[in-house]
Every structure is written in C-alpha cells, then in structure tokens.
Nanobody, 120 residues
Framework: VQLVESGGGLVQPGGSLRLACAAS????????RCWYRQAPGKQRELVAL???????NYADSVKGRFTISRDTAKNTVYLQMNSLKPEDTAVYYC???????????????WGQGIQVTVSS
C-alpha cells in the first residue's frame, strides 16, 4: 500500500493550493483519512480529517480556510487550502486507516510528505 501526495509548492500569502493524496495497492477498505503538518521546530499537528461516514473536523487554525474532501472511487483525499498564511508553511502528510483484506485489521499508512511554503 502506498500513499502519494501531490500539489504542494510555493504560494504567496492569500493564495490557494490543493493537495491530493492517492492510495494504491492492495486495499480492501479505508476508514478515516487525515492530513497532518509539521513546521520546522514544531510538533506534528492534525490539520483535518474525514471519517468513513464523511464527517469532517479541522484544527482551529485552519477552520474556514481549509476543506478536506475525498473521491472514494479513486481512493483519493484532497485538502483545499485557501487564504494561505506564512504560518501554514510546513510539510504536509496524509494518512489513512487501511484494511488490506476482509480479515485484516485496519493499519495506519502515511504518505512521504509534501512541502507547502507560503511566502512573498
């Protein structure tokens, strides 16, 4: 199983980026999908999550600016980031709880991380 993030880069303050995270491999089912981020010198923090039932939750620092969504047919989760601020600069990671077979437990998988830099 692999999670591959895309869509990061450099953007000016106030701009937007859309991250994507595609899961591939031997996948029977996926439950919660999450986006985390880690800025230099700071602890990794949960940014947004979407449950199997489609319920979403966000860190207070991104509420109203970020939106998490998913395409279940593509096993892909997205993070639309608007009104970006310099403090959003971090490496962003996606995670997924994946079951590889009907008898298998869910296991957490992580992507490799993607850099988002907000700077003028």
């Amino acid at each position: 199983v692999q999670l591959v993030e895309s869509g990061g880069g450099l953007v000016q303050p106030g701009g937007s980026l859309r991250l994507a995270c595609a899961a591939s491999g031997s996948i029977f089912s996926i439950n919660a999908r999450c986006w985390y981020r880690q800025a230099p010198g700071k602890q990794r923090e949960l940014v947004a999550l979407i449950t199997n039932g489609g319920i979403t939750n966000y860190a207070d620092s991104v509420k109203g600016r970020f939106t998490i969504s998913r395409d279940t047919a593509k096993n892909t989760v997205y993070l639309q980031m608007n009104s970006l601020k310099p403090e959003d600069t971090a490496v962003y990671y996606c995670t997924a709880g994946i079951r590889r077979g009907p008898q298998s437990p869910h296991a957490d998988y992580w992507g490799q991380g993607i850099q988002v830099t907000v700077s003028s």
